[in-house]
């Protein structure tokens, strides 16, 4: 019999290279164009084919925050996805099994679950002559137990093959239809029933394409970087929109020279930027300092994953905190920001470009591999209200001679001046240097210009920052994130939250400088908290510690997964019981 659930979790798994992540985005396509709200998570191997890749999808009827726990429904199209798969199924939940005999007697091992044996190599392969429709007959098998309509799915596979010829075309819809018709023909009882209903205005995106839009809504003309995983698929949509917009993209020789040139555009007034991950961001050190030391605006977005070194290329992680803030030689003050969710990338890229601007100083976004390739449905983005804005720029013409580009302001912050305007001209060099942009090496003046640089930090905080608050007002455990993990820990504090316990969250977006005022506050109103982290050394919960002198309890996940909303039940759980 069809039960009725609100909300579905689905896990694929099986080699690179047979199709899993393509089969995955499919249904996620179907399910959100057919008016459900979508999440999902995957990983992959950093081989081009072969390795273990695995999909996850969660599809319901309401806005969620995380890809789920448990999975409902297993898709194994080989005997290392069951394997690996089966620990993450829930107690009578479904496994779908390709039949070929290995995979066969794994799943016949699995207790307490529906099995459905699904020929999906025979059918492509023997009935279909098609061997790389296998996915496709996976496909249309799991289409048809989660409810989603078959046009839905033909329509779906036709715009996405259909360039590709008649032939091709054809045996895809040939293997979904085999696919379908060989579940129903057995299955009855489909996992989940619903009625599909016109979407709202909402989109299905990615955090890196809500970031790439992001940059757009900015003004941005010029993204300038070098491909590494798991960033360069924001060059890559770039490449083909940016150009529309007047901008151009530019694959660099390296890093450096990526922020070298972001540098040159933002000293010209253009808002440029780069993106990468950890090991980009070591290589771009030095050019960091520059920009923190000449004062010229800079934009960089590290998308993390696991390290170090080469690490774990393709496998998630929050490990670059420390390295983001104290990261260089000298003291190089940078501002450094963190969205927590995909919705969250549009708004806070763009905010990067305002604060790099208004602050003259470089702005580093932390996102991660995780938030980067997850799918969301998310509302409809809306356009800056302002307008593109251009900075603490000098507004009165003035004899070059007597222009202060360093000038020491209350604020840290002085009048910026770009090539071509009136009375602008100015030194700019990574020495130590005078008001005017001189070398200079006095001892009081670098006293002094240190101590400018870093006052825009308090004029920054002034300003009241964005931070996401949940929770009771008064509470025995508070828990203190930043970034990616924050859908997770909504959902584990709303568990905790129904059955009578009284928890609060805090996510600040912005990091560095942290927000004393706010977290100072949330610190007073509860009685522990607990800091989530996906890497193994604590890097906010040490941050946390040398600006308050706090000792926060610590839950450190360092596998290359994200957490699930019940690995942050449990621990609030164990938390409250230990009073």
């Known amino acids: 019999m069809m039960e009725a659930r609100r909300d579905i979790v689905v896990g694929i798994g099986g080699e690179g290279g047979e199709g899993v992540i393509v089969t995955g985005d499919m249904l996620t396509l179907a399910g959100a164009r057919s008016g459900q709200h979508v999440f999902t998570t995957r990983t992959f191997p950093a081989e081009i084919k072969g390795g273990y890749c695995n999909f996850q999808l969660r599809m319901g009827d309401e806005p969620m925050h995380s890809h789920g726990d448990a999975l409902d429904v297993l898709v194994c199209f080989n005997e290392e996805a069951v394997i690996n798969g089966k620990k993450d199924l829930r107690p009578g939940g479904t496994l779908v099994y390709d039949t070929a005999p290995a995979t ?213 992680a929050q490990a670059d905190l420390l390295f983001a803030v104290f990261g260089g030689s000298g003291d ?91 009375g602008g001209f100015h030194t700019v060099t990574g020495l130590e240097h005078d008001e005017f942009g001189a070398p200079c090496y006095e001892p009081s003046m670098h006293q002094a210009m240190n101590a400018k640089r870093f006052r825009k930090f308090a004029t920054l905080a002034r300003e009241g920052n964005g931070v996401k608050l949940a929770g009771d007002a008064q509470a025995e455990v508070g828990i203190l994130g930043w970034g990616s993990t924050y859908g997770a820990v909504l959902e584990a504090v709303a568990r905790v939250r129904g059955e009578g316990r009284r928890v609060k969250v805090l996510y600040p977006t912005l990091l560095n400088p942290m927000p004393r005022k706010e977290i100072g506050e949330f610190l007073r109103s509860v009685k522990k908290v607990v800091v989530p982290e996906l890497n193994f050394t604590g890097h906010f919960a040490t941050l946390l510690r040398a600006e308050f002198g706090i000792d926060p309890i610590r839950l450190d996940l360092c596998q290359g997964v994200p957490f699930t909303p019940g690995q942050i039940y449990a621990t609030i759980k164990e938390v409250i019981g230990r009073d």
């Open 104 to 316: 066969e007697a794994q799943a016949q091992r699995v207790p307490g679950v529906r099995l459905i044996g699904l020929p999906m190599t025979k059918i492509a392969s023997e009935e279909l002559k098609a061997p790389l429709s296998k996915n496709m007959v996976a496909l249309g098998a799991t289409a048809y137990l989660l409810s989603i309509p078959f046009g839905s799915i033909e329509k779906l596979i036709t715009d996405r093959f259909k360039r590709k010829g008649e032939k091709v075309l054809a045996a895809n819809i040939a293997a979904i239809k085999a696919g379908h018709a060989f579940v129903e023909e057995r299955c009855k009882d489909r996992v989940r029933t619903y009625q599909p209903v016109k979407a709202d205005d909402r989109l299905l995106l990615s955090g890196n394409q809500a970031l790439a839009l992001g940059t757009l809504a900015a003004g941005v003309r010029l993204c300038a970087a070098y491909p590494i995983t798991p960033a360069s698929d924001i060059m890559e949509f770039l490449a083909d929109v940016l150009p529309r917009f007047g901008g151009a993209v530019v694959q660099a020789e390296d890093e450096m020279s990526a922020l070298g040139m972001v540098l040159g555009a933002m000293y010209t007034g253009r808002r440029a930027f780069t993106s990468t991950s950890g090991p980009g961001l070591s290589l771009m050190t030095e050019m960091i300092g520059l920009a923190s030391m000449a004062e010229v605006p800079a934009v960089i977005f590290d998308i993390q994953r696991s390290g170090p070194c080469t690490g774990m290329p393709t496998k998630t």
């Open 332 to 422: 190089a003050p940078r501002i450094v920001l963190a969205p927590t969710d995909v919705e969250d990338c549009y708004y806070v890229t763009q905010k990067c470009f305002d604060l790099a601007e208004r602050y003259s100083m470089p702005v580093i976004m932390l996102s991660d591999l995780s938030l980067g390739h997850r799918r969301q449905t998310v509302p409809r983005l809306r356009l800056p209200e302002n307008g593109q804005g251009n900075g603490q720029r000098h507004e009165q013409p003035q004899q070059w001679a007597h222009y202060r580009r360093y000038e020491i302001t209350e604020s840290g912050v002085s009048p910026r001046a770009v090539p071509g305007e009136e």
